[in-house]
């Protein structure tokens, strides 16, 4: 949590909503990687997903780790998605996963 992106007490709009989370983020510097690879979406870093019908980012999840395959999986709570293929259907047209952890070697199977 920093200036800006906060959520205690009132949040901040880049704490709860996705555009303004996405706009934070790249404006603050962090490297967004927009439809990455798997091997590009790592352990303790967001993953956005854009809706066109809505022309906007839309849906936020978090890297929780690795399933038995390798394949990343998220967590997301809309439908208390928890351990899901970071991929979560086919509905967006994109997906972007935001650079905040780096160390590949924290990976986590589940």
């Known amino acids: 949590m ?19 989370m996405y706009n934070y983020f790249k404006g603050a510097g962090y490297t967004i990687i ?32 690795n399933d038995s395959s390798g394949t990343p999986i998220v967590a997301a709570h809309n439908n208390d998605h928890y351990g899901v293929d970071w991929k979560l259907g086919t509905g967006w047209s994109k997906r972007c996963t935001i650079l905040m952890n780096q160390n590949t070697t924290e990976k986590v199977s589940i």
């Not at 200036?3 to 555009?19: E, I, K, L, N, T």
């Not at 066109?52 to 839309?58: L, N, T, V």
């Open 34 to 65: 927009e439809n990455p690879s798997d091997s590009q979406v790592l352990a303790g870093n967001p993953v956005l997903y854009y809706s066109s019908a809505k022309g906007r980012w839309s849906h936020a999840a978090i890297c929780v780790g």
């Open 2 to 20: 920093a200036d800006g992106w906060y959520s205690y007490s009132d949040r901040s709009a880049s704490w709860a909503a996705c555009p303004s």
